[in-house]
């Protein structure tokens, strides 16, 4: 039997029940049946829709713009943190702990709280609940939507219930990750001058990106800064062989105005002189980035229900989706970003009602 929702209720306490759902990605039917029953139980005026284990709801009032809510309905595995907790102390006030407060329960709460509770909403709305975020691209719920159902991620502006500590944060950085090689010849580590080392020939790789300089751009008055990093690093054979093989794996976090072909660009002129030389580079991933749009009329009433509050998002999150599809689109939700998929994950309740006031007052 579906665990029961009840949609009008304290956003905060709402939030506490879809924790207590577990929905570790790839096990989301419990609560993909809870939000579906109760969405089509509590709201007025949505078309509701379920597709696999992703929930999708929308109304057609005919108004002249649409907003799109969206919100990942999995989380990590769970680590001894279920169910929640509520603590209340000098320290942190009022908090609500438990896996998925953070990444994302808070924020699908929100969604679904005001699509039960405001009665006349200014805009068209559509909510769209998906699952397999949290694992291989490949799985990712609103992918599927993406290709089978594409006419529901129609709209205007786009909101992401991501975790941002309440603060709207823009668009996303892109990420490429490329594997540099090189190769030698393998000899025995005794009579070394009859080989050639692969593994040194990486110290002009590793020299060039502690050199590197990242780049910092102004985009809608966001800040993006870039980064590139080596992220691991590959090679022997044994302790008495000279390596003929190894490889750096390189991650180049890139702001939303490069396009992918544009980063891998860069990053083959950063080691132009290296690949002169012999060494290989191979794009092993790649996803664009999102433009803020901040500058769309639907995105501007958004920065200002929230007082102007607005920064950058750091790293790859979902609105790039909607970005490649020409829709503004932020990340906003309860939740400090870097306390997402730990052990003692938790949100402020009062970050809960913020977010929730700061969305009820712009669709109003």
Known sequence: MAAV?????????LTAALVDIESESRNEGPIADAVESALRAQTSGFEVIRHGNQVLARTDRGRDRRVILAGHLDTVPVAGNLPHRRTSDDAEGDVLHGCGTVDMKSGDAVFLHLAATLTDPGPDLTLI?????EIAAQYNGLGFIERELPDWLVGDVAILGEPTAGQIEAGCQGTLRVRLS???????SARSWMGDNAIHKLGAVLTTLAAYTPRRVDIDGCEYREGLSAVGLGGGVAGNVIP???HVDVNFRFAPDRSEEQAVAHVREVFAEQLSDGVTLEVTDSAAGALPGLGHP?????????????????????????????IPAVNLGPGDP?????????????QIRDVTSILRDYLS
């Open 129 to 133: 609940f998906y699952d397999c975020e």
């Open 182 to 188: 090189t190769a030698g010849t393998r000899a025995h």
């Open 338 to 350: 870097n306390l997402a998929h730990r052990v003692d994950e938790r949100v402020p309740v009062d």
């Open 244 to 246: 003929d093989a190894a």
């Open 298 to 326: 639907a995105a501007a009433a958004l920065v200002a229900a929230a007082d102007g509050r607005f920064r950058a998002k750091y790293g790859w999150t979902d609105v790039a989706r909607f970005s490649a599809r020409g």
């Open 5 to 13: 929702l009840d949609l009008t209720a304290d956003p905060v306490d």
